[in-house]
């Protein structure tokens, strides 16, 4: 089943007074695959600015915003119509060597893979270890694929979600003390658990379709009306499979895929410098809609 949206995201940062603006980056645009085709774009930033479009060292679409004077107000608009097929993990057979945990990746995906299997972050006490080893049967053999289901429900139904305003992302060890975070947080903290346990994953950033925007009926969808993130782990014979903790969704067309990187820090959808009085900052909004066409 295929299906295309239309996307609007908007960013709007406000100052007291003009103030001058270096380079930002900008990574809104979906992400094409076999699965997911970009139909239509157009960017818009104010004031008038100079736009470069490159792609980062993981193939993502950036663009390299540049304003071209002092402004009260920068605001950046993006528009996306997309088409969209649907993927579930359940049709996705993997390969007879990677079915049952523990299994063991091929010399050559370990090449490419390594990256995303080392750890980022120290688990000092282990304690980020030995809850993802909780997932795993001890009365007989632990299913691969339902190892990751098992996590990735978990989260959601354990850990409670809470917006947070500060940059960055909180770390695993934090979000398994704290049992609250982000959906970047949530993102994290599976993604770490899951490559102590010899499994590549990396982080997601994207956007997420809600059918309650629409009119139609609800879901209990958190991340809607904003960018959203979660992981993907990559399973022989299946190959990249994605998991939203926060939802416990596993694929689906909800999920539109932006940027992919091994560590949240690589795909923040928006960064970028001004120069002004430390007070003039008044704040940013964010919106973003996501409609079926």
């Given at each position: 089943m295929t299906v295309q949206y239309e996307i609007v995201h908007t960013t709007v940062y406000r100052y007291k007074q003009p103030v001058s603006f270096g380079e930002h980056r900008v990574m809104f645009r979906p992400r094409d695959s076999h699965d997911l085709r970009v139909l239509a774009t157009d960017?818009?930033?104010?004031?008038?600015?100079?736009?470069?479009?490159?792609?980062?060292?993981?193939?993502?679409s950036v663009a390299l915003v540049q304003p071209d004077g002092p402004?009260?107000?920068?605001?950046?608009?993006?528009?996306?119509?997309i088409e969209h097929a649907h993927t579930s993990n359940e049709e996705l057979p993997l390969a007879p060597s990677a079915e049952v945990f523990p299994f063991a990746y091929g010399v050559e995906e370990r090449f490419d893979l390594e990256q995303y299997l080392r750890p980022h972050y120290d688990d000092p006490g282990g304690h980020l270890t030995a809850w993802a080893r909780q997932f795993l049967r001890t009365d007989g053999l632990t299913g691969t694929r339902e190892l990751l289901f098992k996590?990735?429900?978990?989260?959601?139904d354990n850990f409670r979600y809470a917006a947070r305003d500060?940059?960055?992302t909180?770390?695993?060890?934090?979000?398994?003390?704290?049992?609250?975070g982000s959906c970047r947080d949530f993102a994290l903290l599976m993604m770490e658990a899951v490559r102590r346990l010899g499994v590549a994953t990396r982080f997601v950033s994207g956007y997420l379709y809600d059918p309650?925007?629409?009119g139609g009926e609800a879901d209990a969808t958190v991340g809607a009306g904003a960018t959203h993130a979660w992981l993907q782990a990559y399973l022989p014979g299946a190959?990249?499979?994605?998991?939203?903790?926060?939802?416990n969704l596993t694929g689906g067309n909800q999920l539109i895929r932006v940027g992919v990187a091994r560590d949240p820090?690589?795909?923040?959808?928006?960064?970028?410098?001004?120069?002004?009085?430390?007070?003039d900052y008044l704040g940013m909004s964010v919106n973003v809609a996501v409609h079926r066409r």
């Open positions: 960017l818009q930033v104010s004031p008038a600015s100079q736009i470069r479009m490159i792609q980062d060292p993981h193939s993502n402004a009260r107000e920068l605001e950046i608009v993006c528009r996306f119509t996590m990735n429900q978990s989260i959601r500060e940059e960055g909180q770390a695993p060890q934090e979000t398994l003390k704290r049992s609250t309650a925007l629409d190959g990249w499979v994605p998991f939203d903790p926060t939802n820090s690589q795909a923040a959808p928006i960064s970028g410098s001004w120069y002004g009085e430390t007070d």
